[in-house]
Nanobody, 126 residues
Framework: QVQLVESGGGLVQAGGSLRLSCAAS????????MGWFRQAPGKEREFVAS????????RYADSVKGRFTISRDNAKNTMYLQMNSLKPEDTAVYSC???????????????????WGQGTQVTVSS
């Protein structure tokens, strides 16, 4: 497994932007598929976006397509989530996740990941 630490959360007005980062420990970051998930109060954790080991393939939840962009820098052992045009319904704790995988397409479900960060709060005010 890999250790993950998220940063970049905060309070932003609707329509604003934030960039989340997920820093990973270890020397094999480039062998991991990565994902972002979020959990709002009283709701189950949901998929936001994922990226394969090389960055050549990405997947997004319909609710964030066109507004969020996932990316990674394997040289820096870091994954990012650029969030634009934020809405109050994007308010949640955002967590990054990892699974060692060199498949072409990154996983979508929480059960497919085995390493998780502690999460960072994103609050979007109306």
């Amino acid at each position: 497994q890999v250790q993950l630490v998220e940063s970049g959360g905060g309070l932003v007005q609707a329509g604003g932007s934030l960039r989340l980062s997920c820093a990973a420990s270890g020397r094999t970051f480039s062998s991991y598929a990565m994902g972002w998930f979020r959990q709002a109060p009283g709701k189950e954790r949901e998929f936001v976006a994922s990226i394969n080991w090389s960055g050549s393939s990405t997947r997004y939840a319909d609710s964030v397509k066109g507004r969020f962009t996932i990316s990674r820098d394997n040289a820096k052992n870091t994954m990012y989530l650029q969030m634009n045009s934020l809405k109050p319904e994007d308010t949640a704790v955002y967590s990054c996740a990892a699974i060692m995988s060199r498949r072409s397409y990154p996983p979508l479900s929480t059960s497919e990941y085995d390493s998780w960060g502690q999460g960072t709060q994103v609050t979007v005010s109306s």
